[in-house]
């Protein structure tokens, strides 16, 4: 599991007795195998990963990835900026399944949407899709 944004496994029990299983199992993982030529050819519609939340998996191309990552992240912003409460939950839109989720859940969820996109544009720069 080496492609794993967010490496689950290594949080500890403190964090996810403080933040839940939702927040601490939320984890996106890059496929290990993209092809260099589907990537530079077809990029918007070659699968990166998998978003795991709730334990399930939600696959992603690229397009969406880059469509989630900004609605997610603009959404968490508000949800911030508008000083929600911690045990407030909010419903947030992914890929046609709608999580019921708190406010450091959805900032996890942005950071870690956010985190995979970059991931997924360094390895192309750096020739990691053989």
């Given at each position: 599991m080496?492609?794993?944004?967010?490496?689950?496994?290594?949080?500890?029990?403190d964090?996810?007795?403080?933040?839940?299983?939702?927040?601490?199992?939320?984890?996106?993982?890059?496929?290990?195998?993209?092809?260099?030529?589907?990537?530079?050819?077809?990029?918007?519609?070659?699968?990166?990963?998998?978003?795991?939340?709730?334990?399930?998996?939600?696959?992603?191309r690229y397009?969406?990835?880059?469509?989630?990552s900004k609605?997610?992240?603009?959404?968490?912003?508000?949800?911030?900026?508008?000083?929600?409460?911690?045990?407030?939950?909010?419903?947030?839109?992914?890929?046609?399944?709608?999580?019921?989720?708190?406010?450091?859940?959805?900032?996890?969820?942005?950071?870690?949407?956010?985190?995979?996109?970059?991931?997924?544009?360094?390895?192309?720069?750096?020739?990691?899709?053989?």
């Open positions: 080496t492609n794993s944004i967010n490496q689950p496994w290594a949080i500890s029990d964090f996810r007795i403080r933040y839940g299983n939702t927040w601490a199992d939320l984890d996106f993982v890059v496929e290990s195998k993209i092809s260099a030529e589907n990537f530079k050819t077809d990029p918007m519609n070659c699968t990166i990963g998998h978003l795991t939340i709730f334990n399930q998996k939600i696959y992603m397009k969406d990835l880059i469509a989630y609605s997610v992240n603009t959404y968490a912003e508000n949800v911030y900026a508008n000083r929600a409460k911690k045990e407030e939950t909010f419903p947030v839109d992914v890929k046609g399944q709608t999580l019921i989720l708190r406010k450091h859940e959805i900032g996890k969820l942005a950071q870690t949407l956010s985190d995979a996109l970059e991931v997924s544009v360094r390895r192309y720069e750096l020739g990691l899709y053989l």
